[in-house]
């Protein structure tokens, strides 16, 4: 199959998982399309949100529709890294054999990684970043497509050990999750408390995923517009000289060459995504604050004056 075909193959593939997600997911479009950009950019992305917005069900619902393994993991405070990655234990014969923890699944649902210490979080942070495992000196590769959802609760601090900033770098995305309109928290009633239980039904396959993958490495992209993005990331740093004046004010640290990489891998599966054969500034700025939010540290007088994230990185554009 041509890539120009391959493309137009994706484009009517995205439109009907959107139309399946939505039989159980109501709303939460922008949530839903970050979540999907993430998986066939090959990124992996970080959802902030109450308790109760149906993380798990929406993570497990695209799990399902797209054909691959899906796993969740609860992490708590006593959370050992062997709980995730799996154990060697002696069999019958004494020898050592390896039991496969959680991690070893196409799509993964960290809940809650910030109730865990930092030496548990790490041992899921070597799978992102290198899609194998370690354990007793042994590597073992993981299932590709890899994916790694983490939920975090941004209002009960208590007993939480936030993800250091070297570690948030490793999401390509940060998406937030707001509470559902009137309207479609009257949808979610009604569907979540009659006797009807809608189903999806898997419309890809991991393969295709793979697929789906190489071919937005694959797309072309113009030099203005991989300036546009590097330029964007520069100026969230302060004190260096592409710096803008709202960054020199208000941010503490800006983003590094990782968010510039993908801003470009972003842009390139939203314009996919739309039928585009390559990306164009505006791709950019359609992934530009699920992109940089995470990455970009606020000072306290932007918290003093209630200056979002989002209003600075907009201001960038």
Do not use: C
Not at 132 to 145: F, H, I, K, M, N
Not at 193 to 208: D, R
Not at 235 to 244: G, I, L
């Amino acid at each position: 199959m041509s890539d120009v075909a391959a493309i137009k193959n994706l484009v009517e593939k995205h439109k009907i998982l959107k139309a399946e997600i939505s039989k159980i997911i109501v709303g939460q479009d922008k949530v839903i399309d970050e979540i999907l950009l993430s998986i066939f950019s090959g990124g992996h992305a970080l959802l902030i949100g109450v308790p109760g917005l149906a993380k798990t069900l929406m993570v497990n619902t695209i799990a399902t529709t797209l054909g691959l393994d899906f796993k969740r993991i609860q992490f708590t405070p006593d959370l050992m890294p062997s709980d995730i990655l799996g154990s060697e234990i002696l069999d019958e014969s004494r020898k050592f054999k390896f039991i496969k923890g959680p991690i070893f699944s196409n799509i993964v649902l960290a809940d809650e990684i910030n109730r865990t210490p930092p030496k548990t979080q790490a041992a899921l942070l070597e799978a992102m970043q290198e899609r194998v495992v370690t354990v007793a000196g042994e590597r073992y590769p993981l299932s590709l497509p890899y994916f790694v959802l983490a939920t975090q609760n941004p209002i009960e601090q208590e007993g939480t050990y936030p993800l250091p900033e070297a570690q948030l770098d490793r999401f390509m995305f940060s998406i937030n999750l707001d509470y559902p309109s009137f309207q479609e928290e009257v949808d979610v009633v009604k569907a979540t408390t009659s006797a009807a239980k809608p189903t999806v039904n898997a419309l890809l396959n991991a393969q295709e995923i793979i697929d789906f993958q190489q071919l937005v490495r694959r797309i072309p992209v113009a030099d203005n517009v991989i300036e546009y993005a590097v330029n964007l990331v520069s100026k969230t740093r302060p004190k260096t000289e592409k710096a803008a004046q709202i960054v020199n004010d208000y941010i503490d640290w800006g983003a590094g060459p990782r968010a510039s990489q993908n801003l470009i891998l972003g842009a390139k599966t939203h314009a996919a995504v739309h039928g585009k054969f390559s990306p164009d500034i505006e791709d950019v700025q359609k992934v530009a604050t699920g992109i940089l939010r995470h990455r970009m540290i606020k000072n306290y007088k932007a918290e003093a004056e209630g200056l979002s994230i989002e209003d600075i990185i907009k201001s960038l554009f």
